[in-house]
């Protein structure tokens, strides 16, 4: 069964800190995919990045970057130079490409408070 | 850019009603899905639909559930008798399909539902 675990519930900086974002995942498959999904306060998911099992290269885009280590099941998310937009909550989502349906299991979120 | 709409964005209902909620996926994707969010827990998946049929489906998706593409563009979920523990927001999803990779889901804004 596939379980996504996100530790941190909330964490709170001060804009301009940097914030990492902890997801471990478990599964049973070789072939998955892990996304990262942001929450705004206005409710909406959006779509921030999808990664397969066998693509481990770190990835960045703006101020976004992604740590991606099958060694240790992690999938952390890295938002440099925070800004007080960047709040939201942020979930971790995996799916087993051997499931019949492309279901995403979520991680339960972390919630990031960005002060000015 | 073509996005996921949802209507209504809040429907209040009694228990024990059926209630429809709408979503008009991307135009070109294939793979159709809801999942539900009660308020301030994890994103939980219902069901996944592809080639009119459903694809997989979780344990909340029971005999009071049931999904539809009545035409080319609309896909509903129906639930026939509501309980108070319904009372969630409701999110419709699209993704693509390519040979066997799993893409990303791009969600609608969500139904909030109420059951009184």
């Known amino acids: 069964a596939q379980k996504v675990t996100q530790a941190q519930t909330e964490i709170s900086v001060v804009e301009k800190e940097d914030v990492t974002l902890d997801c471990v995942y478990e599964t049973r498959d070789t072939t998955y995919y892990l996304f990262w999904y942001k929450q705004p306060p206005s409710g909406e998911l959006v779509f921030l990045i999808r990664?397969?099992?066998?693509?481990?290269q770190n990835e960045i885009s703006g101020r976004y970057s992604w740590n991606f280590q099958k060694s240790t099941s992690s999938f952390n998310f890295t938002i440099t130079a925070s800004q007080v937009v960047d709040s939201a909550v942020y979930f971790c989502?995996?799916?087993?490409?051997?499931?019949?349906?492309?279901?995403?299991?979520f991680g339960g979120g972390t919630r990031v408070l960005v002060k000015p | 850019e073509p996005e996921v709409t949802q209507t209504p964005s809040h429907q209040v209902t009694q228990m024990g009603q059926e209630v429809i909620l709408r979503c008009v996926p991307i135009?070109?994707?294939?793979?159709f899905y809801w999942y539900r969010q009660i308020l301030g827990q994890k994103v939980e998946f219902l069901v996944s639909?592809?080639?009119?049929?459903?694809?997989?489906k979780s344990e909340i998706f029971d005999d009071q559930f049931s999904v539809e593409r009545p035409d080319g563009s609309n896909f509903t979920l129906k639930i026939r008798s509501t309980k108070l523990e319904d009372s969630a927001m409701y999110f419709c999803a699209s993704s693509e399909v390519t040979g066997t990779s799993i893409h990303e889901q791009y969600f609608g804004p969500g139904t909030r539902l109420t059951v009184t």
């Open positions: 135009s070109n994707h294939l793979y």
């Open positions: 990664r397969n099992s066998f693509d481990e």
């Open positions: 639909f592809y080639n009119n049929e459903i694809s997989e």
């Open positions: 989502a995996l799916s087993e490409a051997d499931a019949a349906g492309n279901k995403l299991t």
